[in-house]
């Protein structure tokens, strides 16, 4: 900021009277060409879905608008089965790390944040050194572990890794120190136990907070794909990012069949977010800030 | 005897607080940091996951050292992050300055640039994938085709390839970096800017005096972020080349492809293991320059 130049001119203050035409101008023209970008990244996302409502003779038109759409691609897709299975072993998995994520990340960022006792610094720079290793370095252990405690192929398998996270306990700590002392105190001298403290009193105040990293959660384990690839090894219980590797590797697989596929795994996280539009992006503006 | 209620104040919070962290610093421990050093051991052995494990020292280091495919992979990951990062870099900030400067309209269009950071990776892989193909497939060439342009090889060209993976992970990622660019702008005092508009500066000037500089914290930490993403990039690389994973002839293959190739394919667990620490290597010294970026800042 050392180096900013000033040109006392007076053109400047000339120019706000003469401004407000070009300038309308101006945001018609840029919001055409914001619209136009838009338009340009929602692309594949459209070709997917107008491709999966698509009969096979139309599939390689460039034509956006089916000109005749029909759900006969989902029929058949959901009627062969495995998509069924994969979508629910998705839906049960991404749930269940996400609640026990929420659980215990906000319990230790609670814990990290409200409560003074030896140790607290070093459990905290323990946890968050932990950012620092890469997924891919701790598949090999948890593949060998997975193998030693029968966990291969099991739900229990494919959640582990992702029970908690250092991110959340990051994320929840920060948003714990807005919680006044004040309260906690209160609920004390009320003769409510920790525990009930922590439920009762500091969790409801940090809600925004707990959406944001909720979202974050499920997302990154709906779309998760090198563990559950690695952990899985019967169809059953694939994923579907991992079902859908291997649905669209099949030779006979046509592409509106594989373009239905993905629409399947994409479309609830797209309904997601267009449901909680404002609340998501206020989320990624926290978690990304605080982060 | 020992008796809660016996205990001050100060006591019971020690044995609430370790109660609480009891399960977590147990899960920590056993599947993050124990893994983490059984990663490092085993780099240092030979082992094809059903023989016995024998003790090998330096040997799968000094072999990935004279592997000619490991270099080959370090370039292509490199690549990746050296092309992803600036050219999403640029795009996205292009995009959030003019969508924060818009005074209209502006939250339906941020929704349409948002919506790809929502996908599954897998899934776009397989939707661009199919764009990619020849005609009569592809929608690219359908389209080229239309407008009279010779087809252009996109997924089975050793030099294409590897832009071509690359699209789909800029173009998920974008809309993530915009959000942040935006909350960015945001935070810079409007004071300035009304000072600069006072005193009849230029835009650029405007840009690159007043808005660069206060956005440093930003564009370092989305530099940093977007760097670790591409330096993992696999999602997109196992989908769209999967009939030979990181083809043609190695040209996308990127570590972590790598990785899992010798560990769940070849089972060199030692070998694999050797890679994944120096991915970890690469990984912290991008972090490492993060924080002595951020902190020359202050």
């Known amino acids: 900021m050392s180096a900013t130049e000033i040109r006392p001119t007076t ?11 070009p ?16 338009i340009v990244m929602v692309m594949p996302i459209a070709y997917m879905i107008s491709t999966s409502l698509k009969w096979p003779w139309e599939v390689y038109n460039v034509n956006l608008i089916p000109e005749e759409p029909t759900v006969e691609n989902y029929l058949y897709v959901l009627e062969d089965g495995r998509f069924y299975w994969w979508f629910l072993n ?4 991404a749930t269940a790390t996400t609640i026990s994520a929420l659980f215990f990340d906000s319990l230790v960022g609670y814990t990290l944040c409200k409560f003074k006792f030896p140790g607290r610094t070093l459990v905290f720079i323990a946890i968050l050194s932990t950012l620092m290793i890469p997924t891919e370095m701790l598949v090999i252990p948890w593949y060998l572990m997975s193998q030693s405690f029968g966990w291969l192929d099991s739900y229990w398998g494919i959640m582990f890794p ?31 136990n920790e525990f009930q403290i922590w439920w009762t009193v500091a969790m409801p105040l940090v809600r925004p907070a707990l959406a944001a990293l909720a979202i974050f959660v499920f997302l990154g384990n709906w779309t998760a794909f090198l563990w559950p690839l690695i952990v899985t090894n019967s169809t059953d219980m694939y994923t579907l990012p991992v079902g859908l590797a291997g649905f669209g590797d099949e030779a006979d697989v046509a592409w509106e069949l594989i373009m239905t596929g993905a629409a399947i795994s994409t479309i609830p996280t797209l309904v997601v977010f267009l449901v909680f539009q404002r609340f998501i992006i206020r989320g990624v503006v926290m978690a990304g800030l605080k982060g | 005897m020992f008796r809660y209620r016996d205990l001050t104040i100060r006591q019971k919070q020690i044995v609430w607080a370790w109660i609480f962290l009891a399960v977590p610093v147990l899960f920590y421990s056993v599947i993050r940091f124990y893994p983490t050093g059984n990663a490092v051991l085993i780099s240092f052995q030979e082992w094809n996951l059903l023989g016995t494990r024998t003790w090998t020292g330096l040997d799968n280091y000094v072999k990935l050292w004279n592997d000619p495919v490991f270099w080959k992979v370090f370039v ?7 092309i992803g990062t600036p050219v999403s870099l640029l795009i996205s900030f292009v995009i959030a300055y003019h969508l924060d400067k818009l005074r209209f309209g502006h939250s339906f269009i941020r929704m349409l640039y948002f919506l790809p ?3 599954s990776a897998v899934a776009m892989a397989w939707v661009w994938r199919w764009f990619y193909q020849g005609v009569p497939i592809g929608l690219f060439n359908n389209f080229l085709a239309s407008i009279g342009i010779a087809q252009v090889e996109f997924l089975n060209s050793t030099t294409n390839a590897l832009p071509a993976v690359l699209a789909p992970a800029i173009w998920a990622g974008l809309g993530f970096q915009i959000i942040i660019f935006m909350a960015g702008l945001r935070s ?7 000072a600069a508009r006072i005193d009849g500066v230029s835009w650029w000037t405007v840009l690159s005096e007043i808005t660069l500089p206060l956005l440093r914290p930003t564009i370092v930490f ?8 591409f330096l993992r990039i696999f999602d997109h690389v196992f989908n769209m080349t999967t009939n030979n994973p990181g083809g043609p002839l190695n040209s996308t293959k990127p570590l972590v492809l790598m990785i899992y190739d010798t560990a769940f394919n070849s089972f060199d667990m030692g070998y694999a293991a050797a890679q994944t620490v120096v991915l970890f290597t690469i990984l912290l010294i991008v972090s490492l320059i993060q924080l002595w970026l951020l902190r020359a800042d202050r």
């Open chain 1, 90 to 93: 998705s839906i049960i998995i």
């Open chain 2, 117 to 119: 950071f929502m996908t």
């Open chain 2, 76 to 82: 292509n990951t490199f690549l990746y992050l050296l």
């Open chain 1, 162 to 192: 992702g029970l908690m996270t250092a991110f959340g306990v990051f994320l929840m700590k920060q948003f714990f120190e807005s919680v006044p002392d004040d309260f906690l105190e209160a609920a004390r001298i009320d003769g409510l």
């Open chain 1, 11 to 21: 053109a400047g203050v000339l120019d706000t009277k003469a401004a407000p035409k």
């Open chain 1, 23 to 38: 300038r309308n101008m101006g945001q018609i023209i840029r919001w055409l060409l914001l619209f136009a970008g838009g």
């Open chain 2, 222 to 229: 989305i530099v940093v972020f977007s760097s670790i993403g």
């Open chain 2, 188 to 194: 810079i005092p409007q004071s300035y800017y009304e």
